[in-house]
């Protein structure tokens, strides 16, 4: 049986289901449904199109998954692998090739590795987590969502406001702070980002879990890397081993900037991980195959909506069915 078959009888069946999973399941179909509306009917249409697969017609899915924002050197990569893989076992019906279409984007996001989507804790100590990515993209708001989803799991969690560059910055997460009832240590506009951290990091041990916000700005990278290395030096020496994450918070309607973003933040620090915000937001979700094929990161959290219980827990099955429920 293929992964299209597996989701379909996963997703699809009346069987009583969990209700944090159905749930969890909904919002996923909820939140990719620009994207599946756009990229199910075309595919749809393509497939009422075409009675037997071509060489136009290879054509025209290709077309449908740039539009989708997969991204030119990944929809190469997966084009390759379908048309062998249809040549192979003689598929020529669209509505077959279909489940292969699935079978190959998951494999294009797994590629044989041992995903880890879930956040690395930490055993003993304060579990440390720096988010990085340029001011706009939803950091700070992350930041708090992540806060109340680990507050609410019953772990008592410090805020840190090392982006001390951006105006407002430290007072937007302070406000934060106080709506959700939880400690945070404040730096003043123009201080030293480390100061801030050697603070946080000496009250930390108090805490289950650190967050640190940090400047977002990528135009001087060399000002940017050596500011998170003396971050991470100060973290580090606090408690060996941490951070235990980094996570590079992208904003998910920007399409492939948010690629070029990825790469330029991969070349100054170490990525542990992506956070896709305002992915409910785009019609090009395909983003999230692009952003693990082009920079080998792991997508951690998906934002789904504007509320504090909408930042998910990234479940590749869920995104596959949120994008192809309709052909389900």
Known sequence: MGLFSKIKEKFSSNKEVNKVDKKETEIYEKGLEKTRKDFSDKLNKLNKKYSKVNQEYFEELEEILIMADIGVNTVIKFMDRLVDRAKKEKIDDPEELKELIVDELFIIYVNDEVLVNKINYRDNGPTVILFVGVNGVGKTTTIAK??????????????????????????????????????????????????????????????????????????????????????????????????????????????????????????????????????????????????????????????????????????????????????M
């Open 146 to 327: 992540i806060a109340k989803k680990e507050k609410d799991l019953g772990k008592k969690v410090l805020l840190v406001a090392a982006d001390t560059f951006r105006a407002g910055a430290v007072e937007q997460l302070s406000e934060w702070a106080k709506r959700l009832n939880v400690d945070i240590v404040n730096g003043e506009e123009g201080v030293d980002p480390a100061s801030v951290v050697y603070t946080g990091m000496e009250k930390s041990k108090d805490y289950d879990l650190v967050l640190i916000d940090t400047a977002g700005r990528l135009q001087n990278k060399v000002n940017l890397m050596n500011e998170l290395e003396k971050i991470k030096k100060v973290i580090n020496n606090h408690q060996e081993g941490s951070p235990e994450e980094t996570l590079l918070v992208i904003d998910a309607t920007t399409g492939q900037n948010g690629i070029s973003q990825a790469k330029a933040f991969k070349e100054i620090t170490d990525v542990t991980g992506i956070v896709l915000t305002k992915l409910d937001g785009s019609a090009k979700g395909g983003i999230v195959l692009a952003i693990k094929e082009e920079v080998n990161i792991p997508v951690k959290y998906v934002g789904m909506g504007e509320k504090e219980e909408d930042l998910r827990t990234f479940d590749i099955e869920k995104y596959i069915y949120g994008l192809f429920k309709e052909m």
